[in-house]
């Protein structure tokens, strides 16, 4: 998808692929403009999926756009897009006990909660393990708001290949396997 991004309703329904430069790839769809959805292909959580995910998403100037959110884990996770560019700059605060027991929280977070919560209560939080990187988008795709279509199974090896491909969604953003 080429197009240019200035506004907020530019970003709102748009689905990435990214690539941070330590190697890990993530996939997110902003679903609205207070919601995402997203799967982990990569790095110390790869195989995590979760979908409405409450989000401040803000556009900080012309093509330039700020997402931040407290996942149940107690993540923290603050990403400034530049689209235009292809470019992302995120920061992950993990806290201690996902990096030490990154497992629990693979799976489908949103089937989990309650297990996140525990977790979090039970498991030390300090220090936090912070993650800033910089990381290239491989693929923007205009999935439109609130498609339960882009973020609907698990990912699995191949996954973001097949999209960047034009395998694993239709002409109207729908999945082709089911």
Request: glycine content about 8%; charged content about 30%.
């Amino acid at each position: 998808m080429e197009k240019t991004f200035r506004t907020l309703e530019d970003f709102v329904g748009t689905h990435f692929i990214y690539t941070y430069d330590n190697g890990w790839e993530y996939e997110w769809y902003c679903k609205n403009d207070h919601t995402v959805d997203y799967r982990i292909h990569g790095g110390i959580v790869k195989g995590r999926w979760v979908k409405g995910q409450e989000a401040h998403i803000s556009l900080l100037t012309e093509g330039i756009y700020k997402v931040a959110w407290t996942e149940p884990t107690g993540t923290d996770v603050a990403l400034d897009f530049v689209p235009n560019e292809k470019k992302l700059n995120g920061t992950i605060f993990f806290p201690r006990w996902v990096k030490e027991h990154p497992e629990i929280t693979v799976c489908f977070q949103n089937e989990h909660i309650a297990l996140m919560e525990e977790s979090r209560e039970k498991y030390a939080t300090y220090p936090k393990l912070v993650v800033p990187e910089f990381a290239t988008i491989t693929y923007i795709g205009a999935a439109g708001v609130d498609n339960e279509e882009v973020i609907a199974e698990a990912p699995y090896e191949g996954m973001t290949d097949d999209i960047r491909a034009g395998k694993y969604y239709d002409a109207h953003y729908r999945r082709r396997r089911k």
